[in-house]
């Protein structure tokens, strides 16, 4: 069956230190990717997404980057964090042909 | 904006009696999910259907769609205590999923 790994689960850095959060799935492979944040109480924004390695499409304009090193792997990245980064940061992976979408954990992530 | 809209955005109700949540978009879709989330947890899939179904059963869920009037509902039967969590609708346009701002629905035992 197929997981997905989000870590860390809780990150708290200070502003203008830089960011990296990892998620990896298995049992499937060129899964299309995603990664999401979610404001307190509110819907999912979605950063970036991938249909394959080395392939990133970004949605909105920000402080952050993603890549895929690797088929299977989704990295969210960031030079230098701001008060506004903060938020619960989610990785979804989706097969080609269907539409749902399979979500990780989730890293919460506090900028001080 | 592509986004859709959730109604209400929060709903309290007893154990046993149905919930019912609305969602409302607004361009053409390839299908509508609707997803569930338990605080601080990620997103689980529900059910999804297709822009050429009305209706669709899934256990106690039940979703309609009206592609002319741009809405969905979802309709849980029966509510549990365990039903307690915040539902999204999300639209699909291509590889893409856009979420609405969700329900709160809270079911009291």
């Known amino acids: 069956s197929q997981t997905i790994h989000q870590w860390p689960a809780t990150l708290v850095q200070p502003v203008g230190s830089p960011l990296s959060l990892e998620c990896t799935v298995e049992?499937?492979?060129?899964?299309?990717l995603y990664w999401y944040r979610q404001a307190a109480g509110r819907g999912l924004q979605l950063l970036f997404y991938?249909?394959?390695?080395?392939?990133i499409s970004s949605e909105v304009p920000q402080n952050l980057s993603a890549s895929r090193p690797q088929d299977r792997q989704f990295i969210l990245s960031s030079k230098k964090l701001l008060l506004s980064d903060s938020g619960f940061y989610l990785c979804?992976?989706?097969?080609?042909?269907?539409?749902?979408?399979?979500f990780g954990p989730g890293t919460r992530l506090t900028v001080l | 904006s592509q986004q859709g809209e959730e109604d209400p955005q929060a709903l309290s109700i007893q154990e046993g009696e149905n919930a019912t949540m609305n969602c409302s978009y607004k361009t053409s879709i390839n299908n509508l999910q609707w997803y569930r989330q338990n605080s601080g947890r990620g997103l689980v899939h529900l059910i999804l259907?297709?822009?050429?179904?009305r209706e669709k059963h899934s256990g106690r869920l039940r979703v309609t769609l009206d592609t002319s009037k741009k809405s969905s509902s979802l309709l849980i039967t029966a509510s549990r205590a365990a039903d307690t969590a915040s539902y999204f609708c999300?639209?699909?346009?291509?590889?893409?999923?856009?979420f609405g701002a969700g329900t709160i629905l809270r079911v009291k035992s």
């Open positions: 999300a639209t699909s346009y291509g590889n893409k999923l856009v």
């Open positions: 979804a992976w989706s097969g080609v042909l269907s539409g749902e979408q399979f």
């Open positions: 259907i297709r822009s050429n179904e």
């Open positions: 991938s249909v394959g390695i080395g392939q």
């Open positions: 049992g499937t492979s060129n899964p299309n």
